[in-house]
T-cell receptor, first 115, second 113 residues
Framework: AQSVTQLGSHVSVSEGALVLLRCNYSSSVPPYLFWYVQYPNQGLQLLLKYTSAATLVKGINGFEAEFKKSETSFHLTKPSAHMSDAAEYFCAVSDRGSGTYKYIFGTGTRLKVLA | EPEVTQTPSHQVTQMGQEVILRCVPISNHLYFYWYRQILGQKVEFLVSFYNNEISEKSEIFDDQFSVERPDGSNFTLKIRSTKLEDSAMYFC???????????FGEGSRLTVL
């Protein structure tokens, strides 16, 4: 079965610093991977997705992620953090083995941006 | 841009009461899902629905839960007799095809007292 692991439940960075949020996946088939952002008391907004095309995926708000099969990783990065990036970030994998292709989410990483 | 809409945005109920959460998926979508997020925790899959029947459900989705598509537009989640631990944000999602992108609603926050 597919799964994702997010290392670090809380990450703090200074404004202007690099953001790196880690996600590792486990999948018996080529995965479809996603990053979502959730601002306080709001829903889930798709940041970017990987569906077996280019391994470097660019998303909204300056975020990007690189699919690395050898490392089974799909880490999210942003070169320069902004105060407005403070939120919870979820990595997800589409469960292509189940037939329903439901998304399975990681436990989330709360990003704090320090002034 | 088409979107998934959910009502109510917040509902407070007494333990043991029945609750119905409503969702209007994107109009040409055929696959529907409910997810749950207990405060501060991960987003958990509850159930998927296709062709007027449940296609998969998690262990969370016990006999207290049911889903229905009563007409051509609504998709509902019913909790028959709410418990304190049902307090959570419930997200509806839909997609046009089995492998297409999943679109999420803004969520319905349920508080059980």
């Amino acid at each position: 079965a597919q799964s994702v692991t997010q290392l670090g439940s809380h990450v703090s960075v200074s404004e202007g610093a690099l953001v790196l949020l880690r996600c590792n996946y486990s999948s018996s088939v080529p995965p479809y991977l996603f990053w979502y952002v959730q601002y306080p008391n709001q829903g889930l907004q798709l940041l970017l997705k990987y569906t077996s095309a280019a391994t470097l995926v660019k998303g909204i708000n300056g975020f990007e992620a690189e699919f690395k099969k050898s490392e089974t990783s799909f880490h999210l990065t942003k070169p320069s953090a902004h105060m407005s990036d403070a939120a919870e970030y979820f990595c997800a994998v589409s469960d292509r083995g189940s037939g329903t292709y439901k998304y399975i989410f990681g436990t989330g990483t709360r990003l704090k941006v320090l002034a | 841009e088409p979107e998934v809409t959910q009502t109510p945005s917040h509902q407070v109920t007494q333990m043991g009461q029945e609750v119905i959460l409503r969702c209007v998926p994107i109009s040409n979508h055929l696959y529907f899902y409910w997810y749950r997020q207990i405060l501060g925790q991960k987003v958990e899959f509850l159930v998927s629905f296709y062709n007027n029947e449940i296609s998969e459900k998690s262990e969370i989705f016990d006999d207290q839960f049911s889903v229905e598509r009563p007409d051509g537009s609504n998709f509902t989640l019913k909790i028959r007799s709410t418990k304190l631990e049902d307090s959570a944000m419930y997200f509806c999602a839909s997609r046009a095809s089995s492998t297409g992108e999943l679109f999420f609603g803004e969520g319905s926050r349920l508080t059980v007292l």
